[in-house]
């Protein structure tokens, strides 16, 4: 099992940045490709950024490409989400996902909310 705990979350204005973090603990945390989703209200949980297991590669959703970016201290056992110029529209309650697709093994944080106010 691994245990994820997101950080980081709060209430700011339009433009601001905010930059998440999700711990892990329980199991080698380099094993695990990671990734940040979000979920609107009333809406599906979305797909925004990961990242391979030794942070070289990355990919983001084209609503945030540019703006947040994705990182990775596997000494530290922790992801990062930094999210610059942020918009209304990246309200949401954020989660942390670990994933092993060898093992079948996927595990989600709680999730952090982000609300932006225009």
């Known amino acids: 099992q691994v245990q994820l705990v997101e950080s980081g979350g709060g209430r700011v204005q339009a433009g601001n940045s905010l930059r998440l973090s999700c711990v892990a603990s329980g199991r080698t945390f380099s094993r695990y490709d990671m990734a940040w989703y979000r979920q609107a209200p009333g809406k599906e949980r979305d797909f925004v950024a990961t990242i391979d297991r030794d942070g070289e590669n990355t990919y983001y959703a084209d609503s945030v490409k540019g703006r947040f970016t994705i990182s990775r201290d596997n000494a530290k056992n922790t992801q990062y989400l930094l999210m610059n110029g942020l918009k209304p529209e990246d309200t949401a309650t954020y989660y942390c996902?670990?994933?092993?697709?060898?093992?079948?093994?996927?595990?989600w944080g709680q999730g952090t909310q982000v609300t932006v106010s225009s």
């Open positions: 996902n670990a994933e092993n697709l060898g093992t079948g093994e996927d595990y």
